[in-house]
């Protein structure tokens, strides 16, 4: 069984994880994505690379609790073990040289954007690293980003930090001055990264983004995890997770994350009712689950 080396709080329902699989760690690559359980009962859930260690073996993944699961993970203690993690699943991201990269980052998919600029970065490229969050007080990884970006530019929506406004605004501002980006990378919300992709549809500047549909094997055998692609049906577990943006129908995979959110959140309900869960004061202080799933 895995042993998770490291898990810590370090934002409002935002926790980093470490896990020991140095044979996965081995053979992973940027873009790609592990699925873990955490006890025998639990359930299936993909989580993307948020950090490669290779020296000691330790994967990073950074994840914010939005149901049952997620709240589950959080209890693991450092020293203590998860049922199974695999991977790498998917393909990795594309990389190449093409003069300046550019990274977006949204919420939570400020993490997964961090590999991805190491490469980037490796490559020969000039990177610039947009990210954003709501407000100050949920962004997080900046440090990291910074060690990394050429540029880094933090947005916030209400204005408490960086630029007021979101990661768009200051990536439409970039390609307005003339700044030349040969390739942009979109990680984050969907309706963050379908802004993103049709602001750079204009512009005719290449836009990936990697997406999160509902999966149960990763491995292509359910079909759960199913998206539409320039109208054509993929399998975001072996096809992807990445995608050229200007092709995929946000609209339709919308409306499939929202499939099971009643079922979610009673059983979030039910977890949260438990008198043993540590959780409850903290989740009852953020809105959960209406604010986190705005």
Request: hydrophobic fraction near 40%.
């Amino acid at each position: 069984m895995p042993k998770v080396v490291d898990n810590q709080q370090i934002g409002p329902l935002i926790w980093k994880m470490q896990v020991e699989v140095p044979r996965l760690v081995e053979k992973a690559k940027a873009g790609q994505f592990v699925i873990l359980r955490v006890n025998d009962h639990g359930e299936r859930v993909p989580m993307s690379i948020a950090g490669l260690n290779r020296e000691k073996g330790l994967l990073t993944i950074v994840y914010q609790v939005v149901g049952k699961t997620s709240a589950l993970m959080t209890t693991v203690e450092a020293g203590g073990e998860i049922a199974d993690c695999v991977g790498p699943l998917g393909v990795a991201s594309h990389v190449d040289n093409w003069g300046i990269a550019c990274l977006i980052g949204g919420g939570i998919g400020i993490a997964p954007i961090y590999p991805i600029a190491q490469a980037y970065k490796e490559a020969g490229n000039k990177v610039i690293t947009i990210i954003g969050a709501r407000s100050k007080d949920i962004l997080f990884y900046e440090e990291e980003h910074k060690a990394v970006a050429d540029e880094l530019y933090v947005c916030t929506d209400d204005g408490s930090y960086g630029h007021h406004g979101f990661v768009s605004d200051k990536l439409k501002e970039l390609l307005d001055d003339g700044v030349k980006i040969g390739n942009i990378m979109a990680i984050g919300p969907v309706p963050m990264m379908k802004v993103v992709a049709n602001l750079t549809k204009e512009y005719n500047v290449p836009t990936w983004v990697s997406l999160n549909p509902l999966m149960i094997d990763g491995t292509g055998m359910c079909g759960g995890c199913r998206v539409a692609v320039g109208g054509e049906t993929k399998f975001a577990c072996v096809d992807g997770p990445d995608f050229d943006g200007h092709k995929v129908d946000f609209d339709l995979l919308t409306a499939r994350l929202g499939a099971y959110r009643d079922q979610e959140r009673k059983a979030m309900k039910r977890f949260l009712e438990d008198p043993h869960c540590r959780l409850a004061e903290s989740v009852r202080q953020f809105k959960y689950p209406d604010e986190v799933n705005k």
